[in-house]
C-alpha cells in the first residue's frame, strides 16, 4: 500500500493500483509527547496497589486516554511520573476509586510505553503505573484482536501499520495486495503459511510474465494481474482443477453494480479482494477524499446487508464497516477480484433484507408520491417539516407504558388522568372515543397547549429547534428538571465542569436517556451524510462503541455501532458511528437534546410560547435548505477562552464577548468553560431559550 499512486503526464493515474510512498502509519498520533513542563497534580493518599489487573469474567479490562498531556500520580506526590496522550490504551487495575479530599474519581492503569532508544539503538518498552483521573479515560473494546496473517519479520516500530515488514533486508510498506492473497491462502490451502512464505513461492516461481514478482512491484505496490498472479502459482486457482476460480469484480456483480443484491450470492461462494481508499489510520474513507488506495478482502456481509466483514491488512485483523462506508470507498472503475472459496458461507446465513416496521403511526396512508415517511397532508396542505415532530412522537410511543405505570401509581387526580388520555389520543376530544396513539395525536397536544408554535411550524411548515420540541414534552408531563437536558450539560462532568462528549460516556447515557440529536440527511435518501446536507432530527436508541474514536480523533476502524429512529423513513436504521458523529458535525462540535426514557408525570399549566426568529438559520428539519451556519470546535472556543484570560480580562467580560461573537454555542454552554465564573443552575431554572436550537 501507499499513499498516492504514481502519475503520468496531465494528471491521469498511470494504473488501477497502488502508490509508491510509505503510509504514514500512526506514529504521530499516539506515540506520547516528551513532559515539557511540570502540571501540578493534586496530593492525595490513594489506596494500596493491587498487582493483578482488575478482570471481568478473566478478562483483562482495557480502557483509552482521550485527552492529550493527562498526568498519571502516585500518593502524596505533586509531580506526575507521566502524561498519557490521546490514544494510548491502558490495563486496569482499580477503577472508580474515591479519594479523600478529592471529588474525582480514580483509577489504577498499567501503562506499557514504548520509545526508541537512540542509544541501544532500538525499541525500548517500560512499565508505567500509577493513579489517573477516570473522567479522561473510555472503555476500550475489539471486537477481532488478532493478527489474521503471520508476519515472522515485521518492523520494530510498534506504532507502524501491522503490513509493514522486512524484506531482503529493507523496510516494505505497500504489503496489502500480498496479505490478502496470504489471508485466503492461509484459510483455504495451508494454516501453517505465512507472509513471507507466500512471497518467497512468488519470487521462485518460474513462470515469468508481464505481472510477476519484480522487486519494483514490492516496493511499489500491486495490481489486480499481480494478485491472480501470485494465486495462480496454487493449483486451487490455476483454472486446471475447477473451472474459472477467479473473476474480475465487476464481472462478478450483477448487471455489473455494486449492491448488496448485486453481490450476496457471489459472496457465498467467492471471497473479494478491493481495492478502496483508507486515510492514515487504515480506516476505510471515501474515494473522492484525500487518501491512499489498498487493497482489503472481504469476508462476508451481515445484518441484512447492513454490514461488511472483511480483512484490513493495515492492522493486519479483520473490522467492519457498513456497507456504505465500503461501497462509497472502492474505486469507481470496480478494481479487484473474485477468488473462489474452499467452501461455500452457510447458505442464507444472513437470510434476505427484512423490512422494518413503521415506529410512529400515521392517522392516514402516506400518499404513495411522497418521498419521505413523515411527509404528510395536514391543515389542508403537504407538511414536510416535521421531522422533529415524529421523533418526539417516538419517543413518547416508546416511553408509554412505563410512564403511565409509574404516573399510576400515584394515584393521580383525575382531571390529569383525562389531560394524559387525551394527550396520548387515548380519548377523542369530546372524551367519548378511544382512539391509538399516532402522529396526529400529538400535533393535536402540541395545537390545544402551543397553538402559536403549533401555527408558526405546523400550518405554515417551518422547521423546528430544541425550544419547540421542549413544548411539547412539557404537555405530556416533563416537567421536572431531571427530564431533558440539552446535549453538552448531560456530558457535563460534575467535578471538574468539563463537558467529553466521548462515545463511552454517551453510551452510558443512553441506558437512561433517549438522545434527540441534529444530524444531516440526504434530502433524496433520507441517510445520514456529512458535509453539505440536509439538517434532520433523530433519536438515537443505543451506541455500541469499538476501537478508539472521539470527535474529531480516530485510530483505526469506524467506531462502533449506532442505532437511531429516523423520522425521513420512520423507521430504526443502523449506522457506523463515524458516520453517524460525521454527520452532525465534522469538526467535532455537536448538539441535541438528551430525553430520559422513563419519567414521572408532572402536569402545569403551560406558558404561552411564541415563535421566535432567533436560531432559525441553524434550526433543524428543512428539507429543502442546507445548513450553512457553522458551529465553533470546543478547541477553538477553548483557545480563545484562554488567551482573553490571559490577556487580563474578567471571566464575565470573557462571556459576554464570546456570547455575541457568533460562535455558535449558547452563553450557558461558554460559562460552563471558564474558570472562576458563577455559573447558572440549569437545574433550576425554566429558561427553554438556554438550550442550544438545532437548525430546522
Keep these: ?57 478473566g478478562i483483562v479490562i482495557k480502557k483509552w486516554c482521550i485527552e492529550n498531556r493527562v498526568p498519571v500520580g502516585r500518593s502524596n506526590n505533586a509531580v506526575p511520573v507521566f502524561f498519557l496522550n490521546v490514544g494510548n490504551v491502558v490495563e486496569i487495575r482499580q477503577q472508580n476509586i474515591r479519594v479523600p479530599g478529592d471529588d474525582n474519581r480514580w483509577t489504577e492503569i498499567v501503562y506499557i510505553h514504548n520509545e526508541f532508544s537512540k542509544e541501544k539503538k532500538k525499541w525500548v518498552a517500560s512499565t508505567i503505573t500509577g493513579w489517573v483521573n477516570e473522567l479522561y479515560l473510555d472503555p476500550y473494546y475489539e471486537k477481532y484482536s488478532n493478527d489474521e496473517v503471520k508476519i515472522l519479520h515485521p518492523t520494530e516500530d510498534p506504532t507502524d501499520a501491522r503490513q509493514y515488514m522486512i524484506w531482503d533486508g529493507d523496510v516494505r510498506y505497500n504489503m496489502c495486495g500480498e496479505l490478502c492473497v496470504a489471508h485466503i491462502i492461509k484459510k483455504d490451502i495451508d494454516p501453517k503459511s505465512t507472509l513471507e512464505s507466500v512471497l518467497q513461492k512468488w519470487k521462485d516461481s518460474p513462470n515469468k510474465g508481464s505481472f510477476s514478482y519484480t522487486p519494483r512491484t514490492i516496493k511499489f505496490g500491486t495490481n489486480a494481474p499481480h494478485l491472480k498472479d501470485i494465486l495462480e502459482l496454487y493449483p486451487a486457482y490455476n483454472g486446471l482443477i475447477d473451472g474459472e476460480p477467479i473473476l474480475a469484480f465487476r464481472d462478478g456483480l450483477k448487471a455489473g453494480v455494486l449492491s448488496w443484491e448485486g453481490m450476496k450470492d457471489r459472496l457465498n461462494t467467492h471471497y473479494l479482494v478491493a481495492l478502496v481508499v483508507i486515510d492514515k489510520t487504515g480506516t476505510l474513507i471515501p474515494r473522492d477524499k484525500d487518501g491512499v488506495q489498498h487493497w482489503v478482502l472481504v469476508e462476508k456481509v451481515t445484518r441484512n446487508g447492513n454490514r461488511v466483514e472483511l480483512y484490513n491488512p493495515f492492522p493486519n485483523r479483520l473490522q467492519e464497516y457498513s456497507f456504505n462506508e465500503f461501497a462509497s470507498s472502492c474505486r469507481v472503475s470496480l478494481s479487484g477480484l473474485w477468488v473462489k472459496r474452499k467452501r461455500p458461507l452457510r447458505s442464507g446465513a444472513d437470510g434476505a433484507a427484512q423490512e422494518r416496521p413503521f415506529e ?16 404528510i397532508d395536514r391543515e389542508g396542505g403537504k407538511k414536510t417539516q416535521l421531522c422533529g415532530e415524529f421523533s418526539v412522537a417516538y419517543v413518547l410511543g416508546k416511553s408509554l407504558d412505563s410512564t403511565s405505570s409509574r404516573w399510576r401509581k400515584n394515584q393521580p387526580e383525575l382531571m390529569d388522568m383525562l ?202 428539519g428543512n428539507a429543502g435548505k442546507k445548513d450553512a451556519v457553522p458551529k465553533w470546535n470546543e478547541e477553538k472556543l477553548r483557545a480563545l477562552i484562554e488567551k482573553k484570560l490571559r490577556n487580563g480580562k474578567a471571566p464575565e467580560r470573557v462571556l459576554n464577548e464570546l456570547s455575541r461573537a457568533g460562535t455558535g454555542w449558547s452563553m450557558e454552554e461558554i460559562a460552563s468553560r471558564i474558570p472562576n465564573i458563577k455559573k447558572p443552575d440549569s437545574a433550576q431554572t425554566d429558561d427553554l431559550e438556554a438550550l442550544t436550537e438545532h437548525g430546522g
Design 360 to 375: 410512529v403511526t400515521l392517522d392516514v396512508p402516506k400518499p404513495p408520491h411522497y418521498q419521505a415517511q413523515q411527509y
Design 419 to 620: 389531560t394524559i388520555l387525551k394527550a396520548y389520543g387515548s380519548l377523542s376530544g369530546d372524551g367519548t372515543q378511544r382512539k391509538p396513539f399516532t402522529i396526529g395525536a400529538v400535533l393535536d397536544c402540541w395545537r390545544e397547549t402551543q397553538p402559536q408554535l403549533y401555527k408558526h411550524h405546523v400550518v405554515e411548515n417551518r422547521p423546528t429547534g430544541t425550544r419547540e420540541l421542549i413544548s411539547i414534552l412539557r404537555a405530556y408531563g416533563y416537567n421536572n428538571p431531571e427530564d431533558f437536558v440539552g446535549f453538552q450539560a448531560g456530558l457535563m462532568d460534575t467535578a471538574t465542569r468539563k463537558v467529553l462528549p466521548s462515545p463511552g460516556r454517551m453510551a452510558k447515557m443512553l441506558k437512561t436517556h433517549y438522545l434527540i440529536a441534529g444530524v444531516g440527511i440526504d434530502g433524496t435518501t433520507g441517510r445520514l451524510k456529512s458535509g453539505r446536507a440536509v439538517r434532520h432530527w433523530v433519536v438515537v436508541e443505543r451506541m455500541l462503541p469499538i476501537g478508539r474514536h472521539y470527535q474529531t480523533r480516530h485510530f483505526g476502524g469506524n467506531g462502533g455501532w449506532v442505532e437511531l429512529y429516523n423520522p425521513f423513513t420512520n423507521i430504526l436504521e443502523e449506522y457506523s458511528y463515524l458516520e453517524f458523529t460525521n454527520s452532525m458535525s465534522e469538526s467535532g462540535a455537536w448538539d441535541g437534546l438528551w430525553v430520559k426514557r422513563q419519567i414521572q408525570p408532572l402536569f402545569k399549566p403551560q406558558q404561552a410560547l411564541f415563535p421566535t426568529a432567533e436560531g432559525r438559520k441553524g434550526r433543524v
Design 1 to 57: 500500500m501507499g499513499p498516492k499512486n504514481e502519475k503520468k503526464d496531465g494528471g491521469k493515474k498511470s494504473r488501477d493500483g497502488m502508490g509508491k510512498k510509505r503510509q504514514g502509519g500512526t506514529s504521530t498520533l499516539i506515540t506520547p509527547k516528551p513532559v515539557v513542563k511540570t502540571i501540578d497534580f493534586p496530593i492525595l493518599q490513594f489506596p494500596r496497589s493491587v498487582s493483578k489487573s482488575s478482570q471481568s469474567a
